[in-house]
């Protein structure tokens, strides 16, 4: 953004409001100008378990504190993932990038720490900057002020922390032994705020939870959480893939939950008896699926109230930003399907609620088309940063969050694309694609970059106004042709402008020039 921020203005203090177009360096800042920022990040944490999104699990209650937040902030709709799977999403979040531009396409790409792009510039800002928890980057932390980080997905008990130290990274280590890793994290984020933050600075806190990330392992005291409780199933759980679903390209591919789709062997991993027949065997392997996964979203959204009582104690609440959202979607058996990746909704879509009082308007809900790429333009401007830099590919959204209308010049489309082909025994094959408000098209191009393994490609098409569950494949259908070709340019042109294109992966391009029309 070209201009001082709107809503940075709005929540700096009179002392930087009456300079108008300057942004104070960050060594005589008042910290009281500009907001703090606590960033919560869960790890597969998608909209159908948190209750204020409404789905068929809102019922069931599973995220009061989540939804309080919600309730007293905004809510935002249409809010996704570039890539959804876990190391490239943080990789966006922390660069504004895209993944071939950050460098980061799949679970081994890292993030050096002159990349750290975000916590570079929160720092530039005047902001003392700490992460917590699941890190998931490889690299050092090093651009934040202060780190306590999970090695890779890290454990759920007794969790080792790296930490600096004396040693070169990552030789310093912490155990939190008898700790569950949610609350050990809350406890490192509670421990900061209350000790180890340079008050004379604001904070910008990124606090990541392990959980919900499979195998879903809970706190004991949850283990009797919804033990007499029948989970509400999807309506598309049996009997998938449907008439009309999918293509030649995914119809015969994918993991999940009935003996339809076995190739992760849940039910095994979960001890449901193989015996039973469908639907009974779905059926079961459903609700240990889900009751564990609730069970894991319950003790994340009890830690959330921590760090909000922990903000009430010290009187920061109010002078606080707190974000919440997962690093991407999942599948709750939707589909018959488990896990991330696709860009079907439940996977493609994120959970973003921000909460400011008496800043944002209560209760309030956002539909503007928006992706991770823009989480870091919008957390510098807040901060007070005069224009987002060239390098991130994003856009701020902060005057969303005063109610202002969508600019004319908003996207009308988001990009996606999954790199990953058939991978873990998963069996997503690659793909990419765009969405606007309310078609969606998708390619699958079924390949690793060097050509490898390939599977059948085809194109998917759905519009989301008639079918939002995805069930009905309208690609062939003459009804849509227009809005498919006018798709595929927009698509064409938008993988241009992001530095998406495949010219580095020449058979993955072949591909495309054989399926394009």
């Not at 709005?10 to 002392?15: E, L, Q, V």
């Not at 699926?289 to 760090?307: A, E, P, S, W």
């Not at 997962?326 to 018959?336: K, P, V």
């Not at 765009?434 to 059948?456: A, M, N, W």
Request: hydrophobic fraction near 35%.
């Amino acid at each position: 953004m070209k201009r001082w921020g709107l809503l940075a203005q709005a929540f700096a203090s009179i002392a930087i409001a009456a300079m108008p177009g300057t942004l104070v360096g960050k060594e005589n800042r008042p910290r009281q100008a500009l907001p703090n920022v606590l960033f919560i990040m869960s790890d597969d944490h998608t909209t159908q378990a948190i209750g204020v999104y409404g789905s068929r699990l809102a019922r069931l209650n599973p995220t009061p504190n989540i939804d309080a937040l919600a309730r007293n902030g905004m809510r935002f709709d249409r809010v996704f993932c570039n890539n959804s799977i876990c190391t490239p999403s943080r990789a966006t979040i922390l660069t504004g990038q895209y993944s071939q531009t950050n460098g980061v396409l799949d679970l081994t790409g890292n993030l050096p720490p002159e990349r750290q792009y975000l916590p570079i510039e929160m720092n530039r800002a005047g902001y003392h900057t700490a992460m917590v928890g699941k890190w998931h980057l490889k690299q050092e932390p090093a651009a934040f002020d202060y780190y306590c980080v999970l090695p890779g997905q890290g454990s759920y008990f007794d969790p080792v922390f790296r930490v600096r130290g004396r040693e070169r990274w990552p030789r310093n280590v912490i155990r939190k032994t008898g700790k569950h890793s949610s609350d050990a994290i809350t406890d490192i984020s509670i421990e900061w705020l209350e000790k180890g933050w340079d008050r004379k600075r604001p904070f910008f806190l990124m606090h990541h939870f392990k959980a919900p990330h499979d195998m879903f392992e809970n706190a004991k005291r949850y283990d009797s959480y919804l033990e007499d409780v029948t989970i509400p199933e999807p309506e598309n759980l049996h009997n998938q893939p449907a008439e009309g679903f999918g293509s030649e390209a995914t119809r015969e591919f994918g993991a999940g939950v009935t003996k339809n789709h076995p190739s992760w062997r849940l039910g095994d991993k979960l001890g449901i008896d193989r015996q039973l027949d469908e639907p009974q065997y779905g059926k079961a392997v459903y609700q240990a699926y889900l009751k564990r996964y609730l069970r894991c979203v319950k003790g994340v959204d009890d830690n959330v109230k921590r760090l909000i009582d922990t903000l009430k104690e010290t009187g920061e609440l109010d002078r606080t930003i707190i974000m919440y959202t997962g690093d991407q979607g999942f599948f709750l058996g939707e589909h018959d399907f488990m896990d991330k990746r696709w860009m079907y909704e439940e996977a493609f879509r994120m959970p973003f609620i921000v909460h400011y009082p008496d800043r944002v308007k209560r209760g309030s809900a956002n539909g503007w088309l928006i992706n991770n790429t823009d989480f870091a333009p919008t957390l510098l401007e807040l901060a007070g940063v005069e224009r987002t830099p060239d390098y991130m590919q994003g856009r701020s959204f902060a005057e969303a969050l005063m109610g202002k209308p969508q600019p004319d010049d908003w996207r009308t489309a988001t990009y996606y694309r999954y790199w990953m082909h058939m991978a873990h025994n998963l069996r997503v094959p690659a793909h990419f694609g765009i969405r606007t408000e309310r078609y969606k098209l998708i390619f699958f191009y079924g390949s690793t970059p060097s050509g490898d393994d390939r599977t059948p490609a085809a194109w998917e098409f759905y519009d989301l106004e008639k079918d939002p569950f995805e069930m009905q494949n309208l690609y062939a259908s003459p009804e849509y042709s227009k809005i498919i070709e006018a798709m595929k340019v927009e698509l064409k042109k938008t993988r241009a402008e992001l530095n998406e294109t495949d010219e580095k992966y020449p058979e993955i391009q072949a591909i495309i020039d054989d399926h394009w029309q």
